[in-house]
């Protein structure tokens, strides 16, 4: 009896073991996204308030915003992916037509720090697979309109120009987020803008790394600095359960927008950060690697998760692991990337039949009670991204090439 509970035993952890290091069917998963990307373009209004946002835990709608929302950007980047990912027209077709809807952001003054996710997401990954010019000169428009939110006595771009809660408004407010907007002023620098652009995006990160940041590498979400001096006020939270708690996606965007930090500029002190703030993160996940909202959550375990931070993470660390000069480090990068996106394709967290979104249990501002334990929309951003740098890799080529049929 013992010997056979011994082989079972073996057995079973053999099976595990085999399940959890497989290699992820990136084509399947992709196709996937692709299907549930159709089901949502046949649910969207004729109207002008036409961009899926997000659906509720236990519903089937979708929750539709127009140009103007900070999300507007992720649905047309997703239809670029899908265009990248299966080489179907219609995508390109769609993708272009939700893309154009967001035009009027590069001709209007700035209203917060968005930008970057609103434009570079939509025209930026257009013009990476098409090069149509009218994209290019959106994105070079916008980043110069992003630009005039820059404080160069504070040395980061404002992220609210409004009045929020806890913002000590009219000072100076950054939040993490905003770090995922520079790559739009890096590219524009790089592609006829001006060098300024790239000179602000610096500064941004540098002055972020320095201010936003405890000494265990765990972010804030929000810093306050005095608009006329540019000292530190104090250093906040909007999003995460407390002001000294590590909310899962503001850390998320610490992650990829260092990551995409050393890849514009080769400064190893991008690189070193990116790996310091990606360890913390990665000490005290649960088994299947998607976050709480918020590592501190005294609810933990029945606290709710967050998809949309892991989806981010796996992107980054997919991107990092192709970086890092230590390759036992790009190994565990690459591992762990992989294994988030393992769990979010799995039953538990891809929608499927519930909804036409593709990942559910994200959480999106817990504090203010919205999209809590929701299907939102860019969690499926970053994980068809990741899937395709993912596919990439397995191809064995650069996560930075358009992925060919």
Not at 138 to 144: E, G, K, M, P, R
Not at 153 to 173: D, F, K, Y
């Amino acid at each position: 009896m013992t010997i056979f509970r011994n082989l079972l035993f073996t057995a079973i952890f053999l099976f595990v073991y085999v399940v959890a290091n497989a290699q992820l069917n990136t084509s399947r998963a992709i196709a996937y996204c692709a299907v549930q990307a159709d089901k949502t373009l046949k649910s969207i209004p004729a109207d002008s308030i036409n961009i899926p946002r997000s659906i509720a835990y236990g519903k089937k709608d979708w929750k539709f915003v127009d140009f103007k929302d900070w999300c507007s950007g992720f649905w047309p980047g997703i239809l670029w992916y899908a265009y990248e990912g299966t080489h179907d027209v219609k995508y390109k077709q769609e993708a272009d037509k939700f893309s154009r809807e967001l035009t009027p952001l590069s001709m209007m003054k700035a209203f917060d720090h968005d930008l970057g996710f609103q434009i570079f997401n939509s025209f930026g990954n257009g013009y990476r697979l098409t090069k149509n010019p009218e994209y290019k000169k959106i994105i070079l428009s916008s980043a110069d309109t992003l630009a005039t939110l820059f404080n160069p006595r504070a040395g980061t771009i404002l992220s609210w120009p409004r009045p929020v809660p806890n913002m000590e408004w009219p000072q100076h407010n950054t939040i993490i987020d905003n770090m995922i907007n520079l790559e739009m002023l890096f590219w524009a620098s790089k592609n006829g803008g001006s060098k300024k652009l790239y000179d602000i995006a610096v500064s941004h990160a540098k002055t972020t790394m320095k201010n936003h940041f405890r000494a265990d590498y765990t972010s804030y979400h929000a810093v306050v600095y005095n608009r006329e001096t540019g000292a530190k006020i104090k250093a906040v939270t909007h999003q995460g359960y407390a002001d000294n708690s590590m909310w899962a996606r503001g850390q998320s965007w610490a992650i990829y927008g260092y990551t995409m930090c050393y890849r514009e500029t080769k400064d190893p002190v991008f690189l070193d950060f990116a790996q310091k703030v990606s360890d913390v993160y990665l000490k005290d996940l649960p088994a299947d690697l998607i976050p709480y909202w918020d590592f501190n959550d005294p609810a933990i375990p029945k606290a709710p998760r967050d998809a949309s931070a892991a989806a981010v993470v796996a992107s980054a660390l997919l991107e990092l692991s192709t970086l890092t000069k230590d390759k036992a480090k790009s190994k565990i990068y690459r591992k762990k990337a992989e294994q988030m996106l393992r769990s979010l394709s799995a039953a538990q967290y891809q929608s499927r039949e519930k909804n036409s979104a593709f990942l559910l249990h994200s959480t999106g501002h817990k504090p203010n009670g919205s999209e809590i334990d929701a299907a939102i929309i860019y969690a499926d951003y970053y994980y068809i991204e990741a899937l395709l740098r993912l596919k990439k890799l397995q191809r064995g080529v650069s996560i930075y090439a358009n992925l060919k049929s």
